[in-house]
């Protein structure tokens, strides 16, 4: 993972709502409930919850932990998820002490940069994961599925607002990073300002995804998302095996 955090989650946190609203993500929320209904979970671990847009839509159903590296994000979440559960930490290296019926890591697993970082934040879902418990791992794609692409998108709210562009390119398809940078335009009343975030963000092939979420010990599926209309094309699913089933 790279040291210098995302500006989106850190100076600013406070317009995550205008770039990313809570709305955007009922299909996929809907998706994930589906998932963890089906394995009869009651609580869920959300490593790297952001803004806690996914959880807003998951609180009814489920007792939610939310995590996250950056404390702005997690004030976002408290404003709209207050009363939940939110604990600052880094999801390779975040041990909370007890283990939960499933966990969630949603597009903050796109932050894990190298296999070593990817197998740790998956190291961290299995140590959280209740023998018999399901983890949900949702990365935006594989190396398999990847494209580059530019998008832009806005909308306001009062006297701000913001309009952006998000650029995805792949600067060297041998190693495990992708360029993942947004160019945004933030006006408050009459001011306006530009800024520049320059993230980056790791991609792996379906097989490493695989491998590694056997090797911290889950068994592991692909499972077919239909939520994001073809943006996203699957999800992994890792089963923690029971303790009578190790035995
Ligand atoms: C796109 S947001 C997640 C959105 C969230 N799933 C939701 O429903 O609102 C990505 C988040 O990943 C977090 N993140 C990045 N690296 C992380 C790490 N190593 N550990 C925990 N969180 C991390 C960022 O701080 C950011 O809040």
């Known amino acids: 993972m790279s040291d210098v955090h995302p500006k989106l989650y ?31 979970a009651k609580s869920v ?111 306001d709210a009062g006297e701000r607002g913001v309009r952006y562009m998000e650029w995805t390119w792949d600067a060297d398809p041998d190693d495990t990073e992708v360029s993942y940078e947004f160019i945004l335009a933030l006006k408050e009343g009459d001011e306006l300002r530009t800024v520049v975030d320059r993230q980056k963000v790791g991609i792996f092939p379906r097989a490493t995804w695989l491998r590694l979420l056997e090797d911290v010990g889950f068994e592991a599926t692909v499972v077919e998302d239909p939520s994001t209309g073809g943006e996203r094309a699957e999800v992994f699913v890792g089963h923690r095996p029971s303790q009578a089933a190790v035995l």
């Open 10 to 40: 850190a100076e600013l946190a406070g317009w995550w709502q205008l770039v990313s609203p809570t709305e955007d993500y009922a299909d996929e929320a809907g998706f994930f409930k589906d998932l963890f209904q089906a394995e009869n």
């Open 45 to 155: 671990l959300e490593l790297g919850s952001g803004g806690g847009n996914v959880a807003w839509f998951l609180k009814r159903d489920f007792t939610l932990t939310l995590t996250d590296i950056s404390g702005a994000m997690l004030a976002e979440s408290e404003k709209q998820n207050p009363g939940l559960e939110h604990i600052e930490g880094d999801m390779r290296t975040l041990r909370l002490g007890r283990t939960f019926d499933g966990v969630l890591i949603h597009d903050a697993i796109m932050y894990m940069t190298s296999e070593e970082d990817l197998r740790a934040a998956l190291l961290t879902a299995h140590e959280h994961c209740k023998p018999g418990g399901v983890v949900v791992i949702v990365p935006d794609y594989v190396a398999e599925t990847f494209q580059p692409q530019t998008t832009h998108e806005g909308r």
